[in-house]
Every structure is written in C-alpha cells, then in structure tokens.
C-alpha cells in the first residue's frame, strides 16, 4: 500500500501533519479554532471530495486524545444528552448529505455563534441538557456539510459555566461523539478511507502532541482571560462563515 495518494505530494503531506500538530495545540489552549483551521488548510490541498469525511477522521483521533487527557474535567451528564441528539442528527445527516446549500447553512451558523457569544444569556430552558441535546443534533446534522462545527458546539457549552478546563474537556468529547458519528456515515455512503491511512495516522499521533502542549498553556490562562480569548476567537471564526457563506451566495454556489 502506498504511504500517500497519488493526489498529495511529500510537501502537501508535511504542511498536513505540520497544520495538524498547530491547529491541536490551538484547540487544547483556546478551546477552539483548530478544526476550521485545519479543515480551510486541508481545502487548498486535499480533493474535494475528501474533505470533509478526512478531515472528521483526523479530528476524531485529535478529540480522543484530548479528551483523553482531560477525562477528570468532562460533564458526562452533557455529553450523554449531546450524544442522544448526535444520532438523531446523523441519522438526519445521512439521508440529506448532499441535497442542502452549503452557502445557507455557513450563514445561519455564522449568525447562531455571533448571537450565542455576545447576545443575552440564554435562560434555563435554553442553557440546559435539553439545550445540549438539540445542539447535538443540529451541530451534528450540520458537520455534514460545513465539516467543522466546534464554534457551534462551543458556543451550546458556553453559557454552562463549565470553566476552561470544563469546556475544553467536554467539548472535545462532544466532538468525539460528533466525528465518530460523521465517519461511519460517510464510510456507509461509501467513502474509502483506506488510501489516506497513513496519513492521518501520522496526523493524528503529531496532534496528540500539539494537544499536550496546549493543556500545559491552557492550565496557565485565567478564566476571564480564556473566557475574552473565546469570545475573539469565535466572533473571528464567525466572521469568516459569514465572509465564505455570502461569497458562495454571490457567486451563486
């Protein structure tokens, strides 16, 4: 078996597990940005096609090891509600993969973000398990299409008061469920990921040590300033789907 498609260069290959171990680092300090980053690098290289279900895979075994780390800090009542509403969505997902606007949907999740970040707080019928749940299902219905959705996810976790350490954790076991979830439905459409194995495994293991790196820095950042550097961050991603969103609007994509 060949160790790289016919598609990517050795180049291609190293800016991959390069961006890989950068966007996990990103992801363990900050507690978001590293998927979209990841995913907006691997547009210029990767085919088309492989996008989203490759980009799932890498992101599945970065969460795993994330959450992995930070097993002590995840609310596993939330994420049992999160993955209720994951399967429901997946199953969604799956029927209706390929016959919604990619364009809609980057701007609606640009919108939900910017309003969850700096709109009112959300009461306790919103900011609650059941608020969780549906997020779950929408975010995982939604990955189908734009790949990744950790802004949106982090903003659901983020009216909880779960802390940096809190949410980070619970977020990446989240994505966990929400990737899984993602793989098994492309593989059942047919996707064959074997050609990319190698790959993504190396991806995966250099990730792993961007995310050690950046749980050591995230236990030094205080929580008003996790909190603003969140809040930048998601405005910035958002900004971005509304850029990516209009433009293909425009263009009539």
Not at 104 to 128: D, E, H, N, R
Not at 216 to 241: P, Q
Request: glycine share 14%.
């Amino acid at each position: 078996m060949d160790l790289l498609p016919e598609s990517l260069s050795v180049l291609d290959a190293a800016i991959l597990v390069f961006t890989s171990f950068f966007t996990s680092l990103l992801t363990a300090a900050a507690g978001i940005g590293g998927g979209v980053t990841l995913l907006a690098v691997m547009a210029q290289i990767v085919p088309a096609v492989a996008i989203v279900p490759i980009h799932g895979v890498v992101q599945l075994g970065s969460n795993i090891g994330r959450a992995s780390l930070m097993r002590g800090d995840i609310n596993w009542k939330l994420l049992l509600y999160f993955l209720g509403g994951s399967l429901i969505g997946a199953l969604v997902g799956g029927q209706v993969v390929v016959s919604l606007p990619v364009a809609y949907l980057q701007l609606i999740l640009a919108v939900f973000i910017l309003y969850a970040t700096w709109g009112p707080k959300p009461g306790a019928a919103v900011s609650s398990e059941k608020g969780v749940a549906v997020g779950g299902a929408i975010s995982t219905l939604l990955t189908m299409f734009v790949g990744a959705t950790g802004p949106f996810v982090a903003a659901i976790l983020k009216p909880l008061g779960l802390g940096r350490m809190g949410q980070v954790a619970t977020m990446s076991a989240c994505m966990v469920v929400q990737h899984c979830l993602k793989v098994l439905v492309f593989g059942l459409l047919g996707f064959s990921f074997s050609a990319y194995l190698p790959l993504v495994g190396l991806m995966i293991v250099i990730g792993f040590l961007g995310t050690i790196v950046g749980r050591r820095l995230l236990k030094k950042v205080s929580e008003d300033s996790f909190k603003l550097g969140l809040n930048i961050i998601l405005t910035l991603l958002a900004v971005r789907l509304l850029w990516s969103g209009g433009t293909l609007l425009l263009s009539g994509g």
